[in-house]
């Protein structure tokens, strides 16, 4: 199984997540030398594409794909925020959409059949995929989305596209959605009537690209030696991608998941057991996910050895109410606003320090513009915030969703009626 098979089959067949066979250690000379976003994109992605795509189609595909900065926020001498939300939806989830959403149609190019991806999304993924699947011909979008849990301008972002964009309102949980999107993968009538992808981050191809800015990160600090990563997880793709950049020759002293109350993985940590929950809604809404779908792949890395993951991988998780004290001390102390996903991973580090008294460089993924969530940080600050203006023009358009219930049946009658 190549790249281009996985990226358009999402779930392999027997249900499980595909994986890379092999990392390649890249070398600290790769990483140290002198090289754009898009140029060290390319030299991390291209051994696991080579066979599919060559070095130039891939180099077109991440000049296009990561067009937009990224930058880091020194918080003190030891702790910084890389900020991951500079995309067009200004949320972390730009640079594994956009590179997705490239791939596909450089694959579809030349060819008349139409794919229909299917997503299931607590919030950022879905505006990300449609934003970057947006007006791709030969490509139709079906968002899945908890109704009332995702936030007003998520769901403008979501809802107001149109065109081959469409968003189904699901009465239920992100779960719920997860779940109704990996029967429909599962389901042969589908199958047959239709090309089904998934954007989801169970897609192999939102991994590579998220394991970039982790090198890109270390870049500005490598001077400095192995650095720790703290990362505000729900699906965990975010955290397997940087799981790949230390195996390519990052050198990493600790990565830490830092969970909000949904606590499968730090309870895994703990006790060497996956305990399945419900998903809790909380204040960081986009993590609200019960179990992972990716703690698959992470266990597949550590040979299903806990205690191998303990050794990379810290884990703690957060109540709302220390996410946003976090927010207010953040604010008040070095004047800087974080989202409330950010907090979570702030919160991670400072625990990882307390606990180790690490003086490392810790680096912060901030996954999401402050701007995102007004709704949750203004009364928190206890003052306005002015919106950035991609999202003032998407407030002021008209929702535009289906509603649906959970139940699988009711997605399948839709995608057959269709
Ligand atoms: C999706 C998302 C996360 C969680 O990322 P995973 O890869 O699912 O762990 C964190 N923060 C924000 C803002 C997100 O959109």
């Not at 080579?50 to 130039?56: F, G």
């Not at 950010?342 to 180790?356: C, D, I, S």
Request: with cysteine.
């Amino acid at each position: 199984m190549g790249f281009k098979d996985a990226l358009f089959q999402g779930l392999a067949p027997d249900g499980g997540l595909y994986m890379p066979e092999t990392i390649p250690h890249l070398g600290t000379d790769f990483f140290q030398s002198e090289l754009s976003y898009p140029e060290l994109a390319v030299g991390m992605i291209h051994p696991f594409t080579k066979d599919d795509l060559t070095h130039a189609q891939l180099s077109d595909i991440c000049e296009s794909a990561f067009d937009f900065p990224l930058s880091i926020k020194e918080l003190n001498e030891s702790d910084s925020v890389l900020e991951l939300f500079h995309g067009p939806t200004l949320a972390f989830k730009d640079f594994a959409a956009r590179f997705m959403a490239r791939t596909m149609s450089h694959f579809l190019e030349n060819k008349n059949n139409e794919i229909t991806i299917l997503v299931a999304t607590s919030g950022d993924t879905g505006s990300a995929v449609a934003n970057g699947f947006f007006n791709i011909e030969g490509i139709n979008v079906i968002i899945l989305y908890p109704s009332n849990r995702v936030s007003a301008l998520q769901e403008k972002q979501l809802t107001t596209l149109g065109e081959n964009i469409i968003a189904l309102e699901i009465d239920g949980s992100f779960d719920d959605c997860q779940r109704m999107v990996k029967a429909a993968f599962q389901d042969d009538d589908l199958q047959n009537r239709y090309s089904l992808s998934s954007a989801n981050s169970i897609n192999v191809a939102r991994l590579l690209p998220q394991s970039v800015y982790y090198a890109w990160a270390w870049k500005q600090n490598h001077e400095t030696g192995p650095i720790i990563f703290s990362v505000p997880s729900g699906n965990f793709g975010n955290i397997t991608g940087g799981l790949l950049a230390n195996r390519m020759g990052i050198p990493m002293e600790k990565i830490i998941a830092s969970t909000n109350s949904n606590d499968v993985f730090p309870n895994y940590l703990k006790t060497g057991n996956v305990e399945k929950r419900d998903a809790i809604h909380t204040i960081s809404n986009a993590m609200d996910v019960g179990v992972p779908s990716n703690l698959d792949r992470i266990q597949n890395l550590f040979h299903q050895d806990v205690n191998q993951v303990k050794t990379e991988i810290s884990s703690w998780s957060f109540s709302d109410k220390e996410t946003k004290d976090c927010i207010r001390h953040i604010q008040n102390e070095f004047d800087y606003l974080i989202d409330p996903h950010t907090a979570v991973g702030v919160l991670g580090l400072n625990e990882y320090r307390e606990k180790t008294n690490s003086n490392s460089k810790g680096v912060v993924l901030s996954t999401a513009h402050p701007g995102k969530f007004s709704d949750v940080i203004e009364p928190i600050i206890g003052k306005k915030i002015t919106l950035p203006e991609s999202l003032q023009i998407a407030m002021k358009k008209d929702k535009n969703s289906i509603k649906m219930s959970k139940q699988f049946s009711d997605l399948k009658e839709y995608l057959i009626a269709a």
